[in-house]
């Protein structure tokens, strides 16, 4: 099965390179046979990786320890759950997983629009091939996942070996979301591709602006979903499993992945301004060129050990093909750039500075100056070195004293932007529009003040989520009656219709609302509390409202592990509340351990209880327990960012007019933003 | 040209006030990065600043006691004697022949520390039954 995979593998290399010349041929030529066949080749470079892929998680389901890579991440007592994830587990692995991703894109993407946007997609067909010609070349030459396992045999040649088992899946791995985290990440990696593709493709082919940017909002917004999914879950991740009480440090892998995020989330806004203004042509092309640069640039920070981190793979020359290939990309951008840039002239100008226009402006500068600040911190110790002599690392300090202002900013825009007019806003549309929320906010944070909160930043961040919050429900609301004088339907069932109407929209406010509540989830940090002591069975610590009790503790051998557990049980006012079994498992296969952390999540705070160690003189369990404010607020924002996301990608029920008999229906109140719509519009906006 | 110069002073702002915040937040948690080589030839200031040291924990030196942990990183031919003396608990994945940072100061010949990670090192098979062969692939 190994030789069948590796096989595969090599024929797609082959077909993307035929989809890649053939295709450039078939842009100069026009030759619908070339055109045909080159589409043809880039669909069966897609088949061939699936193959290659479902080849190599067959060994590990087959437990064929004859392949070098299997045997380094799986054994016979390994679940079959982690035996599907073992796939990403290594280098050459998730190297192919990338490949794999990238190919339901592409493939997705070439049948799609198969009969459409002929001008357009073989020029995109071009650029995907290229992109996929590089990561099959790591996936043949550099980086074979294929590669048999072999000893140095007597006559000096090697000799093939199989083993009887393998070494296993490192523990640290061995938890739920190392199923679910990588594939979310790589598939927001891989997913700004395509449009990356569609924006060079556009550049190149001189495509009017609106069409491109129509085509590739979707495929956007698909990849940023999965982006926001997988970061979030990293953090969860981080969280529950590593045991030191936080999601996120600031660590060179954790930021690779924040970048590209960041510029897809300033795209995903600016485009509205290309859309609705004919603006930002110039911005709006590099901010995509730049997400995907980005997303290679994490990917290659990762793997090859440049900056130091807890994640990194171990150290591999793989970087050098990394930079090379960016190397490339930025050339291109910029040569497609140079020749074509007068293409990308701006039909309008900026009015006024209390305008939409303006809100979007400074939501793009601030969400790029944080992307400068998170690569420079990154990349600090690289670029000191190379400056002067010394490598200097910049820790958590750095990024929080830049990105907590920044993210508060960004929470206000999220606010004004959407109630502020394009091109210029009147003062009473400002009084209309912002009288309540600057009431509700204002408020907010006089009472969280009274209540004793102190921690400034935190405090503003309250007040401008009261702030966000009150503007997203009036929107909701003011839609909702326009639909409701009309329908007689509930406020809730006109607010469902009124999302469903203009879904971009109102998805939108929705991912909003999700991230206000991330926020608010955030702003707990500043009250983190936690304790350390070493414990006997009877013995209590205490912290906030609670008691901790250790009751007994016992170790308890399973499949591929021994579990070390306490139980601890939890009183509240001294009445019994729940008991939590915090545990370090010991695995047999390589001796390592990794840590349970205990969790007792609630809206309120999660009171999160590691099994620290053995005391070095006593030998006693050391138990370390934090209090962590509003966590849950987190994960609960990301799955309505999410489902947001999901809403605004489908497409808008149709409003319905309806006449009956001579009566001439009363003209629709103007509702803010929204004008009233008796012509039919076609799907999507 | 008013607006332009109203968007251009916002704009200026914003991003002087952001580099005010980065550069104090840069003073504030900035540390060298040396080899265990390196530190023999520091000198005076230098010593005493907060850096980080990496190298590779010698196997069986780690050794607990009340409120710090000894041992000995190894890298480049020379050897450091560390004391971590943080509260956190020790990673997991510090064991012997680990790859580890350390972050502290180097006082009196040994290196105090206040912050360990470690990382997994590249695996060596020695599979039950079998004998023991190199791999090149790589771990996590």
């Known amino acids: ?685 | 040209m008013k607006k332009q110069a109203k968007f251009a002073v916002g704009i200026s702002v914003i991003v002087v006030a952001l580099a005010c915040l980065a550069w104090l937040g840069y003073g504030e948690s900035k540390t060298y990065y040396h080899t265990i080589a390196e530190l023999e030839s520091l000198k005076g200031a230098e010593l005493s600043r907060r850096m980080r040291v990496g190298g590779t924990v010698a196997p069986g030196s780690i050794h607990h006691f009340t409120g710090r942990v000894d041992f000995v990183l190894e890298g480049e031919g020379k050897s450091l004697p560390v004391s971590y003396v943080g509260s956190d608990p020790l990673p997991d994945t510090f064991v012997d022949k680990s790859q580890a940072l350390v972050e502290g100061r180097p006082t009196d010949g040994r290196f105090v520390a206040e912050v360990v990670q470690a990382k997994c090192a590249s695996k060596y098979e020695a599979a039950p039954g079998g004998t023991v062969a190199t791999s090149s692939a790589a771990t996590k």
């Open chain 1, 1 to 685: 099965m190994d030789v069948f995979g590796s096989f595969a593998l090599i024929l797609a290399f082959i077909c993307a390179v035929y989809a890649f010349g053939g295709g450039i041929a078939a842009i100069i030529t026009r030759h619908p046979l070339l055109v045909k066949s080159t589409r043809q080749a880039g669909i069966a470079t897609c088949c061939l990786i699936f193959i290659a892929t479902f080849s190599l998680e067959y060994l590990f389901f087959t437990d064929n320890f004859s392949a070098a890579y299997v045997v380094s991440h799986s054994n016979r007592a390994l679940a079959t759950f982690y035996k599907i994830a073992a796939l990403w587990a290594g280098q050459e692995g998730s190297l192919l997983f990338w490949s794999f991703l990238l190919s339901i894109y592409v493939f997705s993407v070439l049948i799609a629009y198969r009969n459409k946007n002929g001008e357009l997609m073989p020029y995109v067909g071009v650029i995907l091939a290229g992109v996929q010609i590089f990561f099959l070349t790591l996936n043949n030459f550099v980086a074979s996942p294929f590669k048999a396992l072999a000893v140095p045999g007597a006559s000096g040649a090697m000799d093939l070996v199989t083993r009887a088992d393998g070494n296993g899946l490192t523990p640290l791995l061995q938890y739920p979301e190392m199923v679910i985290h990588p594939p979310n990440l790589y598939s927001g990696y891989t997913g700004f591709t395509i449009p990356f593709a569609f924006a060079l493709a556009a550049l190149l082919a001189r495509y009017p602006g609106e069409k491109w940017i129509h085509l590739t909002r979707k495929w956007t917004m698909i990849a940023w979903c999965f982006q926001t999914a997988g970061i979030l879950l990293g953090a969860h991740w981080a969280y529950a499993v590593l045991g030191w009480g936080g999601y996120w440090g600031w660590d060179p892998v954790e930021n690779a992945s924040l970048l590209p995020w960041l510029t897809g989330t300033a795209f995903l806004h600016s485009v509205m301004m290309q859309e609705k203004r004919g603006m930002m042509k110039v911005w709006n092309v590099w901010l995509v060129f730049a997400t995907f640069i980005l997303c290679i640039t994490g990917t290659f920070l990762t793997r090859s050990g440049i900056v130091s981190s807890v994640h990194a793979f171990a150290q591999s020359s793989i970087g050098s093909w990394f930079v090379g290939f960016l190397i490339v990309i930025f050339t291109v951008c910029l040569a497609a750039y140079l020749k074509n840039r007068d293409y990308l002239k701006s039909e309008s100008q900026l009015d006024a500075i209390v305008s939409r226009e303006s809100s979007f402006l400074f939501n793009n500068l601030i969400l790029l100056v944080s992307c400068v600040a998170v690569l420079s911190g990154t990349l600090f110790p690289v670029l000191s070195e190379a400056v002067s002599g010394s490598k200097i690392n910049v820790g958590a300090p750095f990024f929080n004293k830049v990105n907590v202002p920044i993210g508060l900013f960004l929470l206000f825009l999220t606010g004004v932007g959407p109630l502020l007019a394009w091109r210029r806003t009147s003062l009473e549309s400002l009084k209309r529009n912002f009288a309540w929320p600057l009431i509700v906010g204002l408020v907010a944070g006089v009472v969280i003040f009274a209540l004793g909160c102190r921690e400034m930043y935190s405090l503003i961040c309250f007040s401008l989520c009261f702030f966000v919050t009150t503007t997203i429900v009036m929107e909701f609301y003011r839609g909702a009656k326009v639909i409701r004088v009309r329908s007689n339907a509930s406020y809730l069932t006109s607010a469902i219709e009124l999302t469903m109407r203009n879904t971009r929209r109102y998805g939108g406010y929705i991912v909003h609302m999700g991230m206000v509540l991330v926020f608010v989830g955030l702003a707990g940090v500043a009250f983190n509390q936690n304790v350390q002591k070493e414990m006997q069975p009877g013995s209590s610590i205490e912290l906030g409202k609670y008691k901790l009790v250790l009751q007994s503790y016992d170790s308890k051998p399973e499949a591929n592990y021994t579990g070390l557990r306490l139980n601890v049980e939890v009183f509240v006012d001294n009445k019994p509340l729940m008991m939590l079994y915090p545990e370090r498992r010991i695995f047999e296969t390589n001796g390592e351990t990794g840590t349970m952390v205990a969790i007792y999540s609630t809206l309120r705070e999660d009171l999160y209880v590691v099994y620290a160690g053995q005391s070095p003189d006593t030998k006693l369990p050391v138990i370390h327990a934090y209090l962590n404010p509003l966590v849950k607020w987190i994960w609960f924002g990301g799955v309505i960012v999410v489902f947001g996301t999901l809403v605004a990608l489908m497409p808008n029920r149709r409003a319905v007019l309806v006449l009956s008999g001579a009566q001439q229906p009363a003209p629709e109140p103007l509702v803010h933003g929204m004008t009233p719509s008796v012509t039919y519009r076609k799907g999507q906006d």
